[in-house]
Nanobody, 122 residues
Framework: VQLQASGGGLAQAGGSLRLSCAASGRTSSPYAMGWFRQAPGKEREFVAAIRWSDGSTRHADSVKDRFTISRDNAKIMVYLQMFSLKPEDTAVYYC????????????????WGQGTLVTVSS
């Protein structure tokens, strides 16, 4: 599975951005896809994930009510709509996929995209 993330950029605090992740290759398995982020000097952390089989989602507490993960079954794409951005959301955002049981655990994901940088200015 190859993952291509896009949509990062510069936004002002309170603004919005939409990230996209396109999956290609072997995608017939019941994958979950998720977004993680890594700020400078910090560990990569869970942001949101969606299970492909039933569309169930999970969001980190830090982004609940501001970020929403969604999918496009036909295009095999995952989106992360981000509203009310804060400077602390600044990070490289990574798309990931895998046959995961616990969606918030990065070690469960087998495939990772290259990352897209989101910078939020105050």
């Amino acid at each position: 599975v190859q993952l291509q993330a896009s949509g990062g950029g510069l936004a002002q605090a309170g603004g919005s951005l939409r990230l996209s992740c396109a999956a290609s290759g072997r995608t017939s398995s019941p994958y979950a896809m998720g977004w993680f982020r890594q700020a400078p000097g910090k560990e990569r952390e869970f942001v949101a994930a969606i299970r492909w089989s039933d569309g169930s989602t999970r969001h980190a507490d830090s982004v609940k009510d501001r970020f929403t993960i969604s999918r496009d079954n036909a295009k095999i794409m995952v989106y992360l709509q981000m509203f009310s951005l804060k400077p602390e959301d600044t990070a490289v955002y990574y798309c990931a996929a895998g046959n995961v049981k616990f969606m918030q655990m990065k070690r469960e994901y087998d495939y990772w995209g290259q990352g897209t940088l989101v910078t939020v200015s105050s």
